[in-house]
């Protein structure tokens, strides 16, 4: 079983950066893939970032490609999800995920939240204008 824990969530302006982190309690944590998606109310479930085990890979959501990166350090068991330049659009629930091995290639649909076992409980961002 893993746990994973979110924090860095809040309340910002738009235009604003700001640093989720998601702390997992894998014991082989540089074997998982990472990802992060996010919730609004009424809304679906959507993908926002994914990085491979070692780091080396990452892919995004259009809607943030450019503004968002997702770095990883593996000895601290920790993935984060950098913002910059937020929006209003981007106020939600944000989840950390975890792709247990044996796991697909990270080429292969990271994007999919079927591939991910593992959820956090969610640090909620809110972006004013």
């Known amino acids: 079983q893993v746990q994973l824990v979110e924090s860095g969530g809040g309340l910002v302006q738009a235009g604003a950066s700001l640093r989720l982190s998601c702390a997992a309690s894998?014991?082989?944590?540089?074997?998982?893939?990472m990802g992060w998606f996010r919730q609004a109310p009424r809304e679906e479930r959507e993908f926002v970032a994914a990085v491979s085990p070692s780091g080396s890979s990452t892919y995004y959501a259009d809607s943030v490609k450019g503004r968002f990166t997702s770095p990883r350090d593996n000895a601290k068991n920790m993935v984060y999800l950098a913002m910059k330049t937020v929006k209003v659009d981007d106020t939600a629930n944000y989840y950390c995920a975890a792709d247990p091995p044996p796991s697909p290639a990270f080429s292969t649909a990271p994007m999919n939240y079927c591939r991910y076992a593992y959820w956090g409980q969610g640090t909620q961002v809110t972006v004013s204008s």
């Open positions: 894998a014991h082989t944590f540089s074997d998982y893939t």
